[in-house]
Structures are given as structure tokens and as C-alpha cells.
């Protein structure tokens, strides 16, 4: 039997169960199906759908029903100003690190155009392509340990006419060229393994490698802030973004490592969120 918009989005009911925001959620996978955006639905509701189109909204919706993240499902995700491709390879980005993008930005604001910034653990390349963009003259170079999600991020820079990223597969500092940065940001996975949030919302379809490190959620950190000294310039920045429940542990990590100005921040839900620290060299 035909559907008409109205009778499909009055389906937004079977995603209760998985989604508070189920009735917007809807709404994105017809748009997505009908190739219109969510106003002209709202103004056509008595429209009429075929019978492929509708096939293909229910079978969204029964993949949204089983917990897997719209992102996923629609293949894309807004991140800053600017639209990603995203798959099972990569983090879906989240709002609270562009909190992390904005304190990258103030910290670089002022410091010239030819400056060097690092994004370790690039994954969909949000971080580093909205510094990238940001001033075309900066030389952006993005690590990731995974060459599926360094083909994302690749794949996304080029969509985005981004041309001022280098891409390089390798772990953490290694995989780094022999420079010195301006600034080194990393969203690195920080999930304790076994955790409950593991098993919640988005995160069980995610890439685990995304997600979880050992030494509590801490391996990453430890790793990156042994490592980074070598490659900061003198008074650079490192950056992190970090677990609701790990700041006061990685601002002593820091202090302890001989980093000057360590401060830490909430992101927008009021949750700490950030840390960051300036490489004086005088360790
Ligand atoms: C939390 S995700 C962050 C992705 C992206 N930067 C963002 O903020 O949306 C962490 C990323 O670190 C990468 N990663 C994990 N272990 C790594 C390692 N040893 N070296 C480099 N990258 C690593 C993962 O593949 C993943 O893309």
C-alpha cells in the first residue's frame, strides 16, 4: 500500500526504544531516503512515496531499531562547519571535542601564519581539517594507527578541497615526520577496558581501537606526553581531550613531566573535559 510522508515519519515510534531524539532521527533517514531536507517534509506530508523508496526507509529504520548510530547509517556526520564521511572505521566526532578545536584555535591565534600543528589519532580527520582550514598556510600532519580510518580522513580532506594535511599511518609521536610543532592535539581512545559506557548507545558499533586504552584509560596519554617534548618547539602546546574522570590524574601526569601553564576545562555539558599544556624546554 502506498505511504505518505506523514504515515512514514508517524513510524518514528519503533525507535523509542534506542533513541531519545527519535522523532528528529526519523525525520534524517527519510530526508536521506527522499534526497529532501527536513523542512520540505514537514510541508509535504500528504506527498506520496514509492513503494523502493519506502523499502529503503524501513530498512534504515530496522538498522537504527538494532542500536546502529545514525551516523553510520546515513554515512555522514556535521563536525564544526563542515560535513564528514564517516563508516565502521572511524569515531563518529562528537560535539564536546570541538571544544578541543576552539582551545587549539585560541592557542594558536596570534602565532603567524607558518605554523605546524600535529593531530594524533586523526580518525575521520575532524580535528585536523577544521585547524587545517582555518588558515590555509598552517602544515597540518594527522597520525593514525589505522590505515581504514586514515582513508576516511583522507577521503574527507580532499571532499573539503583540504590541501595542507599530510596523512601518516603509524602510533602516536612516531608517526610523525622528524619536526617540531607549534602544537600537538590528540583525542585518543581513553576508555577504561570493560567499562559499562562501552556497552551503551553508539559506542559498542565503534571501533574498539577508538575507544579503549589500558592503564585504566591512561596508556594513550602516558604514551603521547613521554613522547612529545622531543617534538614541541619551545613555549608549543599539547592538547588533550579526556574522560569525564580523568583530569586531575593527567594534570598531575603533566606537572609531573616537567609541562608548564597545565590547565583543564569543562566542554559544553559542564563535564572536564580538555587539558592543555605549554613545553617550555626546560625540563
Ligand atoms: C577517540 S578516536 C578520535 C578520532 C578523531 N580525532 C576525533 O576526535 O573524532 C581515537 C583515534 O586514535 C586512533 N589510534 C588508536 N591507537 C593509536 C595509536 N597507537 N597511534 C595512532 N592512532 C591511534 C584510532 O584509530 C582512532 O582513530
Given amino acids: 500500500m502506498i505511504k505518505t510522508v506523514q504515515q512514514a515519519l508517524a513510524e518514528s515510534g519503533s525507535l523509542k526504544p534506542v533513541s531519545e531524539s527519535h522523532v528528529l532521527e526519523t525525520e534524517l533517514l527519510l530526508s536521506h531516503v527522499l534526497d529532501k531536507t527536513r523542512e520540505y517534509l ?5 506527498e506520496e512515496i514509492s513503494d523502493d523508496h519506502y523499502q529503503q526507509f524501513q530498512f534504515m529504520l530496522q538498522r537504527r531499531q538494532q542500536g546502529e548510530p545514525v551516523a553510520y547509517i546515513l554515512g555522514h556526520r556535521e563536525f564544526w562547519d563542515f560535513d564528514l564521511k564517516v563508516n565502521e572505521s572511524v569515531l563518529i566526532p562528537r560535539a564536546e571535542t570541538e571544544v578541543l578545536v576552539e582551545k ?3 592557542r594558536l591565534e596570534g602565532l603567524g601564519s607558518s605554523l605546524r600543528i600535529a593531530d594524533l589519532g586523526t580518525g575521520s580527520g575532524a580535528i585536523a581539517i577544521a585547524i587545517a582550514r582555518t588558515n590555509p598556510g598552517w602544515q597540518v600532519d594527522a597520525v ?6 586514515l582513508s576516511v580522513a583522507r577521503g574527507n580532506a580532499t571532499a573539503l578541497g583540504v590541501n ?3 596523512f601518516h599511518l603509524g602510533s602516536w609521536c612516531d608517526g610523525l615526520p622528524e619536526a617540531h610543532y607549534d602544537l600537538i592535539v590528540a583525542n585518543p581512545p581513553y576508555v ?3 567499562d559499562k559506557y562501552l556497552a551503551e548507545g553508539d559506542l559498542p558499533f565503534e571501533p574498539s581501537i577508538a575507544l579503549v586504552a589500558d592503564d585504566h584509560g591512561f596508556a594513550a596519554f602516558n604514551s603521547i606526553t613521554a613522547a612529545a617534548p622531543a617534538y614541541l618547539k619551545k613555549d608549543a602546546w599539547l592538547l588533550y581531550e579526556h574522560g569525564y574522570n580523568q583530569q586531575s590524574q593527567l594534570i598531575d601526569t603533566l606537572v609531573a613531566s616537567a609541562f608548564d601553564k597545565v590547565a583543564g ?3 559544553y555539558a559542564g563535564v572536564d573535559r580538555i587539558v592543555e599544556a605549554m613545553w617550555t624546554g626546560n625540563s
Fill in 104 to 106: 587549539c584555535l585560541a
Fill in 144 to 149: 593514525d594507527i589505522s590505515e581504514d580510518a
Fill in 42 to 46: 514537514r510541508a509535504h506530508t500528504e
Fill in 164 to 166: 595542507n594535511i599530510e
Fill in 265 to 267: 576545562y569543562q566542554d
Fill in 192 to 194: 577504561e577496558p570493560g
